[in-house]
Structures are given as C-alpha cells and as structure tokens.
C-alpha cells in the first residue's frame, strides 16, 4: 500500500532573504554594484529602445491605419496588435540581433570584451540598420542643428542624432503605407455615402452600411497576409 507523505511544519523548510545595505570599502563590491545599476537602467529603458530604435514603430503605424481604415472601432484589440507587432519586429530584427550576439554578447560573456567595448560593438548592426532605413534629409536636420561635421561613417554618427533621425523616417514611410491602405476603403465610403443620399436615406449613417462591404472586401484580397507582406519587403 502506497504511503502518502504530506509535509508538515517539521519537515517544511521556506527560503529565507538576506538583504544587506551598507557601505563597503572594496572597488570589487563598488563595480558589482554599479553594474547592477548599469542593468536595471538598462532593463527599464528597454521598451523605449525596442520602439525608437527597431521596426516596431513603422509596424505598429500601419497596423493602427488598418484597423483605423476598417472603422472596426477596437477590433482587433489593443493587445492583439501590439503583440502582432513585437513579432513582427522580432522577426525583422532577428539578422541584427543574431550579429549583436555574435559580435558583443558572446565575446563579453567570454570575457574576450570589455563592458563598454561590448557597447560599442552592438551598437554597430542597429546603426546599420536604422542608417540604411533613415533619410538623408532627416539625419541632416539633426547634424545642422548641431553643427556637426559629416561623419565619414555610419559608426561615427552618434545615436543621439541618428535615434530622431530615423523615428521621424519611420513615421514617414508608415504615414505613406497607410494612405494606399485608406484609398479603397474610402472609395466604398464615397459610394455607400452618395447610393444612400440618391435613395433619400440621409438618417442613416453610411459607415453602417459600408462596414461589412469594407470587411468583405479586405477578407477576400487577404488584406492581413498583403499588410504583413508589404511591412516586410518594406525592410
């Protein structure tokens, strides 16, 4: 007969956390703390990072003109297209984030790089990326506003000009793609709008009317998989 073996306060042991603050007098424990430091700035500036410097906001843009254009009010949800639009972005980004680990994050776990030589290395794929997706016009606005030299490099120009330059890029490029996705559904609206003011029905809201026809025609050219496709040629 199988015997069950409950635990009770005897035999229950429970973690116990030891937290001290204090001073030290040793460099090794001073380095240790700023690295911790180092890192929780790093993790809580992590979402600004993702936005400004990856695919995501060009994403995310055109995602909300579609579902904008549709008049579907919240669907989809908030959540589904943020979520849609990480993958997105991870997918898109994963060449420059398989560099940076190769290049930086290998090396320094290996202690063959230093913390700021390992910054700098990784900084080096997202220049690249953001430099090639960055209009010339936007980056020197930026450069002139500084008075900077031009740089003889993509490494050279510093992120803090580089960063804006290519956010308001962005923001161009997703405004561009979400007025050939408005085009047609405004079509069905002006002609919805102008069949119902020919019958006498001026009462009745034509985004009523032209709602299903716009959802019936965006399910029969596979608007997600043309959307989806089109953000990733676009890179």
Not at 186 to 191: C, Q, S
């Amino acid at each position: 007969m199988t015997e069950l073996i409950f635990a009770t306060p005897a035999n229950l042991l429970i973690p116990g956390i030891d937290l001290n603050i204090g001073g030290s007098s040793e460099p090794g424990d001073v380095a240790v703390t700023l690295q911790l430091l180092l890192l929780l700035t790093i993790l809580s500036l992590a979402p600004a990072i993702l936005i400004m410097m990856t695919s995501f906001t060009r994403i995310v843009v055109v995602l909300s003109f579609v579902r904008t254009s549709l008049a579907t009010q919240t669907m989809p949800p908030n959540q589904v297209l943020i979520a849609l639009a990480l993958f997105l972005t991870f997918f898109v980004m994963s060449p420059v984030f398989a560099e940076i680990n190769e290049t930086a994050l290998q090396p320094y776990l290996a202690e063959e790089l230093t913390q700021q030589e390992a910054l700098d290395a990784a900084t080096i794929p997202l220049k690249q990326f953001m430099a090639k997706h960055t209009r010339d016009k936007d980056l020197a606005l930026f450069m002139k506003y500084n008075q900077a030299e031009r740089p003889s490099s993509i490494e050279e120009i510093p992120l803090t000009m580089l960063v804006p330059a290519f956010i308001i890029s962005e923001l161009k490029t997703a405004f561009q793609i979400g007025f050939m996705i408005f085009v047609p559904f405004l079509v069905i609206d002006m002609i919805v709008a102008s069949t119902l003011m020919a019958m006498g029905m001026m009462m009745l809201p034509p985004v009523m009317i032209s709602l299903p026809f716009k959802i019936l025609l965006f399910v029969l050219v596979d608007g997600w998989h043309l959307v989806v496709q089109s953000l990733l040629l676009s890179f």
